[in-house]
């Protein structure tokens, strides 16, 4: 199994709603990211998790809140979002990097979040 | 400063025709991996090919190649024989040393294949 799966595939939510983004692989890999994107732009970093453990937080408002219950589980809990959070969350997964270069990131399809 | 410059306008190319996509780099690390990545409007991001920089030879993945130039510090990546389904956009990143789970990704290409 080679697949990163996401859901919901799409999410349109209120400023006050509370939602979470699932994220699953099944590859065994030990680091889960999440992403978010933009119309036309790179996908941006978010989080990190390494082994279970956040990793990496790049300056993201606590309205974002990731959670990795186990190796092969990533939600981004959501609350109070704005509009302008409206985008493409993508999740990835990767083996740990050690001393081999070679270690590519696996996106899933990306869940499509619109708040009004 | 930016690591990936990905500079080139959106592209038509006609379906057969092999198309080549400008990525330059900048590190200090002599230790670092390209990967280009394609993402069709659908949105998913598909890997498609990794260079590491010691790697001594061009990485080849089925019709994608990857047009490594160190002292130019260039990455280029060649899709030979377009198809339709190569519409998309394109995107070229970086890792720097080892251990490093960040990815500095360019502002990516856009390639529309034409009949």
């Known amino acids: 199994d080679t697949e990163v799966t996401q859901t919901p595939k799409h999410l349109v939510m209120g400023m006050t709603n509370k939602k979470s983004l699932k994220c699953e692989q099944h590859m065994g890999h030990r680091a889960m990211y999440w992403y978010k994107q933009k119309a036309k732009k790179p996908p941006e970093l978010m989080f990190v998790?390494?082994?279970?453990?956040?990793?990496i937080n790049e300056s993201v408002p606590s309205r974002f809140s990731p959670e990795c219950p186990n190796s092969s589980l990533l939600n981004l809990h959501l609350h109070a979002l704005q509009p302008e959070d409206s985008a493409l969350y993508l999740c990835?997964?990767?083996?740990?990097?050690?001393?081999?270069?070679?270690?590519?990131?696996?996106f899933g399809p990306g869940t499509r979040l619109t708040v009004l | 400063a930016q690591k990936i410059t990905q500079t080139q306008p959106g592209m038509f190319v006609q379906e057969k025709e092999a198309v080549t996509l400008d990525c330059t780099y900048d590190?200090?690390?002599?230790?670092?991996?390209l990967f280009w990545y394609k993402q069709p409007s659908s949105g998913e991001m598909i890997f498609l090919i990794y260079q590491g920089s010691y790697d001594q030879q061009n990485a080849t993945e089925g019709r994608y190649s990857l047009n490594f130039q160190k002292a130019r510090k260039s990455a280029n990546l060649v899709i030979s024989a377009s198809q339709l389904g190569d519409s998309a956009m394109y995107f070229c990143?970086?890792?720097?040393?080892?251990?490093?789970?960040?990815?500095?990704f360019g502002k990516g290409n856009q390639v529309v294949v034409i009949p």
């Open positions: 590190t200090s690390d002599p230790s670092y991996g």
């Open positions: 990835a997964s990767s083996q740990e990097p050690g001393l081999a270069g070679d270690n590519e990131q696996f």
């Open positions: 990143a970086m890792r720097e040393g080892y251990g490093n789970n960040r990815l500095a």
């Open positions: 998790y390494s082994y279970e453990k956040l990793s």
